[in-house]
């Protein structure tokens, strides 16, 4: 895609998009002319709302997809419906992700299938049942990574390392796969807190190390992906941080 060149006309699909930063990067894309195919695995009513608000204002312009990420045998299958939707798949954005504490000495093996399989085999299995659909559209695969891939984040073992290897994952498939595709990544700091919650303790401690001083906003990730979607045609391999400077050292 040229640089500032038009999205009218182009589909994406993004997984675990019903909700948080799946849903703002949904709506980014959609303002911007994009068909978007709606991944979900449990948050049903939320992908059928946010389906429902997208196509009232562009018609048959969204579409909710169903897919357990971790059923890799069923992944071509879910690539071929967004396809049969619109005849075309130019976007792929990786974001669906499982993420709680896996604290040495209590980890298990459905931890590890779990964290691993959706931060990282899904990723992987996904953008190559893509490839010869994004291949023919010259397309574009974004990989919501964590600034938490560079830098532990205590009692998070396997996410942080599920999540380290799909920034190598990203580097890797973008000289993989270039020049056709482009292969790029995002990596939030403090943007949402997680669904458990935290002590407000907690949330300070975080913010002291936020040169910025605030969390950021969903908006501010889809602004990014949106950017190495549209505006970024010479960019490829590259994982931003998206974090208020909090990775530059805590």
Not at 16 to 22: K, N, S
Not at 43 to 65: I, K, Q
Request: aromatic share 4%; charged share 20%.
């Amino acid at each position: 895609m040229p640089a500032s060149s038009s999205l009218t006309g182009k589909v994406a699909l993004v997984t675990g998009a019903a909700r948080r930063i799946g849903a703002a990067i949904s709506r980014c894309l959609h303002r911007q002319g994009v068909s978007v195919a709606i991944h979900y695995r449990g948050s049903h009513a939320e992908a059928d709302a946010l389906c429902a608000d997208l196509n009232a204002l562009r018609p048959d312009s969204a579409l909710a997809v169903h897919a357990d990420l971790a059923e890799i045998d069923k992944l071509p299958a879910l690539i071929d419906q967004v396809t049969a939707w619109q005849g075309r798949l130019d976007i792929l954005i990786n974001n669906a992700s499982s993420f709680y504490p896996t604290p040495v000495g209590e980890i298990t093996a459905a931890h590890w299938d779990d964290l691993v399989g959706s931060n990282l085999k899904a990723p992987l299995f996904l953008s190559q049942a893509a490839l010869a659909e994004l291949r023919k559209t010259r397309g574009v695969i974004i990989n919501i990574v964590d600034i938490h891939a560079q830098r532990p984040l205590r009692h998070h073992v396997l996410y942080g390392s599920a999540k380290a290897g799909l920034a190598m994952l990203t580097r890797a498939l973008a000289k993989d796969l270039a020049p056709e595709i482009r292969v790029n990544g995002v990596s939030p700091g403090a943007i949402l807190w997680p669904d458990a919650g935290l002590t407000e303790q907690t949330k300070a401690a975080i913010l002291r190390q936020v040169p910025a001083g605030r969390p950021g906003d969903p908006g501010d990730i889809a602004s990014c992906v949106l950017y190495l979607v549209r505006d970024a045609d010479y960019v490829t391999g590259q994982i931003i941080a998206v974090d208020g400077g909090r990775s530059i050292g805590w």
